[in-house]
Each structure stands twice: as structure tokens, then as C-alpha cells.
């Protein structure tokens, strides 16, 4: 089983519509969690952390569920410029020291 | 100016040369790191480094190699690079145990 599992998709959604990604985990003592979004052939940026009581930026809503080792990505009102790669990562300890585990992404298209 | 750069942006070299990709940044950080990514493999850790003094290999460490030259500097070496080390190589910061990665814009390396 991997470290970090995302759903591949892509998920092809019109505008203006709600999507959600889910993000699963292996390692029980994972502290941390982001969300980051890449670009076709563009570095990986810093979208959000995830706190443990969920937060919310705009459009986008992140939360962790420690009890089923998830956390999700939901974006209400999809924009066509929403359409990128979604990478979720997980900080946890491995061979003393801490380290960032990253989901292989899910892509989302946006549509008109 | 981006906080972390990279150089070159784009190489293309042959099978056996010896190649290094250079990263620096100016954020203060004093967490580096190297990656590669594949399609469908995701981001992969090569090597990172805690402090100047302090270099660990990641998950796919053979045939690289890394220096810490400065706080502010992190390169990758190819010592005889081989075609399936085609791929864009990230570096990245962090600061603290939260371990929020920050990412310079890449390098496409191919090896014919």
C-alpha cells in the first residue's frame, strides 16, 4: 500500500460546479497535511494546510479525518483556471526524520 | 525575484556525461531538498538536507549525488547520466517540523 493514495481521475467537471478530493494515508502519527497545486509542467504551490479542525479559503475547503487517515479538497464554484493537478502531502517521521510524502495528484478539468 | 531558482531550466545531454543541476534560494530556510517527477509516479525524494553539516538520501538516491555548499545552496549531480533519468527534477525549502515545502520552478533534464 502506498504512503499517500490519491484518486488519478481526471474529474471533468463544468463551471461552476463543486468538486471534492479525498487523500489517504498510511502513517497514524502523520502531523501535518497540504494541499498543493501544479500546473502542467509548473513546480507544485502551496494551495493550503490542513488543520485538524478543517479550514476554508475562498472557494476551497480543506479537512483532515485523523480516524480514517483522509483528508479532502472540496472547491465550490469550479473556475476554468481551477483546472490544474491537486497534490495532497503528508509530514510524518521516517529513520528520525521528518519528511514530505506526496500523493502522485488528482486532475481537474474545468470546463465551460 | 522567485525565492527559490533553479539552473538550467531546460538540458538536454547523453547517456554518460556528467551533469549538476544548481538550486538556490533566499528564503532562509534551512531544510533543502531534491525530487523528481514522473508521469504518474509523482514527486519522488532524491536527497535532502537538514543543514549545511547534514545530507540524507531520499528513496531513489542511486546514481546522484548532492552538495550543500552554502545554506543557500543545494546542487545535484548526475555522475554518468543514463536515459531513464529523464524527468523534472524540483528542489525545495522548509523551515521547522511542519515541514510547508516551498518549490523552485523545475528542471527538465533529458537524456538521450
Known amino acids: 500500500r502506498k504512503e499517500v493514495e490519491q484518486d488519478p481521475g481526471p474529474f471533468n467537471v463544468p463551471e461552476g460546479a463543486t468538486v471534492a478530493f479525498n487523500c489517504t494515508y498510511s502513517n497514524s502519527a502523520s502531523q501535518s497535511f497540504f494541499w498543493y497545486r501544479q500546473d502542467c509542467r509548473k513546480e507544485p504551490k502551496l494551495l493550503m494546510s490542513v488543520y485538524s479542525s478543517g479550514n476554508e479559503d475562498g472557494r476551497f475547503t480543506a479537512q483532515l479525518n485523523r480516524a480514517s487517515q483522509y483528508i479532502s479538497l472540496l472547491i465550490r464554484d469550479s473556475k476554468l483556471s481551477d483546472s490544474a493537478t491537486y497534490l495532497c502531502a503528508v509530514n510524518g517521521f521516517s529513520g528520525g526524520y521528518n519528511k514530505l510524502i506526496f500523493g502522485a495528484g488528482t486532475r481537474l478539468a474545468v470546463h465551460p | 525575484d522567485a525565492d527559490v531558482t533553479q539552473t538550467p531550466r531546460n538540458r538536454i545531454t547523453k547517456t554518460g556525461k556528467r551533469i549538476m543541476l544548481e538550486c538556490s534560494q533566499t528564503k532562509g530556510h534551512d531544510r533543502m531538498y531534491w525530487y523528481r517527477q514522473d508521469p504518474g509516479l509523482g514527486l519522488r525524494l532524491i536527497y535532502y538536507?537538514?543543514?549545511?553539516?547534514?545530507?540524507n538520501k531520499g528513496e531513489i538516491s542511486d546514481g546522484y549525488s548532492v552538495s550543500r555548499q552554502a545554506q543557500a545552496k543545494f546542487s545535484l549531480s548526475l555522475e554518468s547520466a543514463i536515459p531513464n533519468q529523464t524527468a523534472l527534477y524540483f528542489c525545495a525549502t522548509s523551515e521547522g517540523n511542519y515541514n510547508e515545502q516551498f518549490f523552485g520552478p523545475g528542471t527538465r533534464l533529458t537524456v538521450l
Open positions: 538536507s537538514f543543514d549545511v553539516k547534514d545530507i
